[in-house]
């Protein structure tokens, strides 16, 4: 699907829930395919894989920043993440196994932990 394609129908879907901006649809996805190839292989990934694939992506792209650009995206925890998926899922977008479950996003870690507490600021990685 192209990428202005893909912006409609996840606009298209957000303006029905509106909980989360447009960007945190598209960045899940984005995400998706980074955890994808940072597995090196295509098909399935946990919620899990794609809540650390998350983390990573989110702290070389927006570094220190990370947990206020998601909070501004509508995002306050892991499973905010998971509604994005399922939301996704339910659209057609993105497919999902018999066993994967919005609790698989719930409290998997902590914004501040994660983004803010154990970030070295020279570096720009986690510690």
Do not use: C
Request: net charge negative.
């Amino acid at each position: 699907m192209e990428h202005n394609d893909l912006m409609l129908r996840v606009e298209h879907l957000n303006s029905r829930d509106g909980r989360y901006k447009t960007q945190a649809y598209m960045f899940t996805i984005d995400a998706l395919e980074f955890t994808m190839a940072g597995l090196g292989r295509p098909g399935h990934v946990s919620g899990r894989e794609l809540l650390e694939g998350i983390a990573v992506l989110a702290k070389r792209e927006f570094g220190p920043t990370a947990k206020m650009v998601f909070e501004s995206w509508g995002l306050k925890g892991t499973r905010d993440f998971g509604e994005i998926v399922f939301h996704l899922v339910g659209a057609g977008l993105l497919g999902k196994t018999d066993e994967d479950s919005i609790e698989d996003f719930e409290a998997v870690y902590n914004f501040d932990d994660v983004f803010e507490k154990h970030y070295d600021w020279k570096a720009g990685e986690p510690l």
